[in-house]
């Protein structure tokens, strides 16, 4: 599968000089804003703290892998998309989360290069001065809109303390979205990692998160993240959201294996669409300090302060590989050939491709 830019899209990429138009603003919102109600499994359930907590995961609630007496919570549907428990009971505070015209919003589906885009942006916007971007873990940096865990504060109660101009970050799609973002027409760097290898890195890092349901055997993964009843959704519905919220916001849609093709080309168009583009010397810095090797050494961005209670990197390393095509080590002929009829199928008409290596 090739990606746009190598098909000539490029263009279609770039929503740089989008901007919200009142009647598609207003339709986005309606659309893409079904606060009214949560499902799983069929049955209707109250997002408050308290109510009936109806269960999307049937997995077993732990690993052989897990910590001794470590139970991970379940998943709970917002609208049909399942998200972590406690991001459900916190739904009114993300729901009514205000946006403000100068945020900027990184999007991803999980595992798709989210922590790197996120020290990309934050590097830029220090002039790639790497000291400045050590000041605090990515957390504080740039919020997790739908953060929720106990006794922390919540992703809402950090972006809500920052001063502006802020960069916040979320796993949501589209239809999730609060209404805040459209009606502000904030800017979005979303980035999206070719289906394959997005799955295996998904599995792997299931396995060490502790606070999420078990992902089973790969075969049994695999099938889930087809069906989309894994954490977030489906990988598809995410990203032909996202693709097509391009007519509405002003939204630079990046792939991963175009970042890891040329990292100093796209991360300057990151640069360019945030309006802070880079001088050849900070643009150098950059693309070294964002490198793999250099962010999986690197505190600031390697989560290896993070409990084991919640990641627990004896199992899998939470910056694990960074390649292009490690879906060949997990996947069998049979699998691979009938993940790649469902993609087909499921991002048909789009304009969507994808590179599966390099």
Same mark, same amino acid.
């Given at each position: 599968?090739?990606? &746009? ?51 999307? +995961? ?8 897990? &910590? ?34 100068? @945020? ?17 942006? %934050?590097?830029?916007?220090?002039? *790639? ?7 605090? $873990? ?12 106990? &006794? ?7 972006? @809500? ?36 290898? +997005?799955?295996? +890195? ?28 894994? &954490? ?8 032909? *959201? ?20 040329? $990292?100093?080309?796209?991360? /300057? ?6 309006? /802070?583009?880079? !001088? ?31 990641? %627990?990197? +004896? ?18 002929? !049979? /699998?691979?050939?009938?993940? %790649?009829? %469902? ?16």
């Amino acid at each position: 599968m090739a990606s &746009p830019r190598a098909r000539g899209a490029s263009s279609a990429t770039d929503s740089t000089s989008a901007q919200p138009k009142a009647g598609a603003l207003a339709a986005a919102v309606a659309l893409t804003s079904p606060f009214s109600r949560t499902q799983a499994c069929g049955t209707e359930g109250d997002p408050r703290p308290g109510s009936a907590r109806p269960q999307v +995961s049937h997995l077993p609630p732990r690993m052989s892998e897990d &910590p001794p007496g470590q139970e991970r919570r379940p998943l709970v549907a917002v609208d049909g998309v399942p998200l972590p428990e406690k991001t459900w009971e916190n739904w009114a505070q993300i729901k009514a989360f205000q946006a403000k015209p100068d @945020d900027l919003l990184i999007c991803t589906y999980p595992k798709a290069g989210t922590t790197w885009i996120q020290e990309i942006v %934050d590097m830029i916007q220090q002039g *790639g001065d790497p000291e400045k971007c050590r000041r605090a $873990p990515l957390h504080e940096r740039h919020p997790f809109l739908e953060w929720a865990r106990s &006794p922390q504060s919540t992703g809402v109660a950090w972006a @809500d303390a920052m001063p502006p101009p802020r960069t916040l970050k979320t796993h949501l799609p589209v239809k999730l979205l609060p209404a805040s973002f459209w009606e502000q027409g904030c800017k979005v760097v979303y980035m999206a990692r070719n289906p394959k290898d +997005s799955a295996v +890195s998904y599995y792997h890092f299931l396995r060490m998160h502790q606070l999420l349901p078990q992902p089973g055997p790969w075969p049994q993964f695999l099938e889930a993240f087809m069906a989309g009843t894994v &954490p977030w959704g489906s990988w598809h519905e995410h990203v032909r *959201g996202w693709w097509r919220a391009r007519e509405v916001l002003p939204l630079l849609f990046l792939h991963y294996e175009d970042l890891k093709e040329d $990292p100093g080309r796209e991360i /300057q168009r990151v640069a360019q669409f945030i309006g /802070q583009p880079l !001088a050849p010397a900070a643009l150098e810095r950059v693309v070294h300090h964002t490198s793999f090797e250099v962010m999986r050494a690197n505190p600031a961005t390697n989560r290896a302060s993070a409990p084991r209670s919640v990641l %627990d990197q +004896s199992i899998s390393p939470f910056m694990r590989k960074g390649t292009v095509g490690d879906w060949k080590n997990h996947f069998t002929v !049979a /699998q691979s050939e009938h993940f %790649d009829r %469902d993609c087909a199928s499921k991002t048909a008409g789009t304009g969507l491709a994808f590179r599966t290596e390099l």
